[in-house]
Structure formats: structure tokens, C-alpha cells
């Protein structure tokens, strides 16, 4: 059982203590809820340390509030460099108005009804000029009154399986 103890002293006008007053509150539901949530955030953090994936998290106005270390392994970029709308430095300059179009046309889709979950490929340039290529799904989440309140989604790398499309296709041409 946990106890919140409140006391208050009163005092004479020499300092001794004349009285004294208190309450004793359970808190034990309290404690056992914010052990959970403690719990609950550590298991987060370990996945999202442990998935294969760059795990992102933006609030409804398309700001980077969060994303984990694998998004600074796919890019090549500090993670402090995705905060806010720095995520967009990372896409490929060919890229990133047609990313930029379909995000706001998801958004604008977004609602409690309709729940949208977007899936998309794009590129990223890495400062060292090296192209990687990712797919995105995306998913809205929502406040208890409905509303949509941030976007939380994942980037898989998907350089290798591009890199053998291309060759298979490349392949393809030079023997017809």
C-alpha cells in the first residue's frame, strides 16, 4: 500500500510546537498507474531501439517530434536533424515534391471516420551523395475525442530489393 502523508505544525510564539494535524491518502492506484506507464514507455523505447525499421512520430502539423537511431543509419543524418521539419532535408530532391503532395493529400483524408494508413516509396540522399530507397507506412493517431493528433510510422529500407529490380529489369531489356 502506498500512503500520502500530510502534516501541518502549528506553532506558539516562542517556536514549540503547540498541535499538530494530518491526513493520510491512499495512493496506491496512483503509484500502480504511473508504474505501468513507466513500464509501458521502457517497453516502447526498447523497441523502437530494437526494430530493423526507422520509427518516426509527427504531431498533426507534420513536425518531427521523435524518431529513432535507424533513421539516422538509413539517411546518414544526425536524428536531432529530423526534429521539426528537418525530415524533409533527408528526402531525395527528385523526390520530395511528389512526397510532399501525397503527405498533405493523406492528411487532408484524415479523420476518426475514415482512419487513413498510407503507404508510399521514396528516396533519400545521404550527405555523401549515396541514394537509399524506403517505404513508408504511415499511420494517424487519435485523441479520445477523435481527433487526429499526430502521425506515427515506420521507413524500411528497401535499397537491395530496388538495386535487384533494376538489375532483373536491366536484364530483361538486354535479352530482348
Known amino acids: ?79 536531432e536533424s529530423a526534429l521539426g521539419q528537418g525530415w524533409i532535408e533527408a528526402l531525395h530532391p527528385e523526390d520530395r515534391d511528389r512526397l510532399l503532395a501525397e503527405w498533405a493529400s493523406d492528411q487532408a483524408q484524415a479523420s476518426s471516420e475514415t482512419p487513413v494508413l498510407t503507404a508510399r516509396e521514396g528516396r533519400h540522399l545521404r550527405p555523401d551523395g549515396t541514394v537509399t530507397w524506403f517505404y513508408a507506412k504511415v499511420a494517424q493517431e487519435i485523441d479520445e475525442s477523435g481527433q487526429v493528433i499526430g502521425y506515427v510510422g515506420t521507413l524500411t529500407d528497401i535499397t537491395e530489393r530496388k538495386q535487384t529490380e533494376a538489375a532483373l529489369q536491366k536484364s530483361e531489356q538486354r535479352y530482348r
Open 1 to 79: 500500500m502506498w500512503v500520502l502523508d500530510r502534516a501541518q505544525i502549528l506553532r506558539n510564539q516562542v517556536g514549540q510546537i503547540v498541535r499538530m494535524s494530518g491526513s493520510d491518502t491512499d495512493i496506491t492506484q496512483r503509484k500502480l498507474a504511473e508504474t505501468a506507464l513507466w513500464e509501458s514507455e521502457r517497453r516502447y523505447a526498447t523497441l523502437a531501439t530494437a526494430a530493423p525499421v526507422a520509427i518516426f512520430w509527427f504531431d498533426s502539423p507534420s513536425n518531427c517530434v521523435y524518431v529513432n537511431e535507424h533513421w539516422s543509419q538509413m539517411t546518414g543524418r544526425p536524428v
